[in-house]
Nanobody
Framework: QVQLVESGGGSVQAGGSLRLSCEAS????????MGWFRQAPGKEREGVAG???????TYADSVKGRFTISQDNTKTTLYLQMNSLKPEDTAMYYC??????????????????????WGQGTQVTVSS
């Protein structure tokens, strides 16, 4: 059974940085794509960044140039480096993964429906 566990959230002031991590376990197949999502109170969950099985990266316009998605060499740990944080980045952040044969590309890699496995989330709060 696939399990995803996020960590690294916290409270920072605007302009600060945080690095989120997501540890994956229980993978049964050779390759998975992964992504980061966030959900603010009263809002729908939205895609932030995705990384494909070939290492291709997709970012939401709102985070381009500020956030960077990456993986370790084993591709079981996903990271999200968040710089120049803004109050509007405040949300619960979730990582997600999908087995390679179902992975979407391009903007669809940021779709909530594109992923089967989800973590429990880690809170990020940015104060002004």
């Amino acid at each position: 059974q696939v399990q995803l566990v996020e960590s690294g959230g916290g409270s920072v002031q605007a302009g600060g940085s945080l690095r989120l991590s997501c540890e994956a376990s229980g993978y049964m197949y050779s390759s998975y794509c992964m992504g980061w999502f966030r959900q603010a109170p009263g809002k729908e969950r939205e895609g932030v960044a995705g990384i494909g099985t070939d290492g291709s990266r997709t970012y939401a316009d709102s985070v381009k140039g500020r956030f960077t998605i990456s993986q370790d060499n084993t591709k079981t740990t996903l990271y999200l480096q968040m710089n120049s944080l803004k109050p509007e980045d405040t949300a619960m952040y979730y990582c997600a993964s999908e087995v390679f044969w179902s992975c979407m590309t391009g903007i669809q890699a940021l779709g909530v429906d594109s992923y089967t496995y989800w973590g429990q989330g880690t809170q990020v709060t940015v104060s002004s």
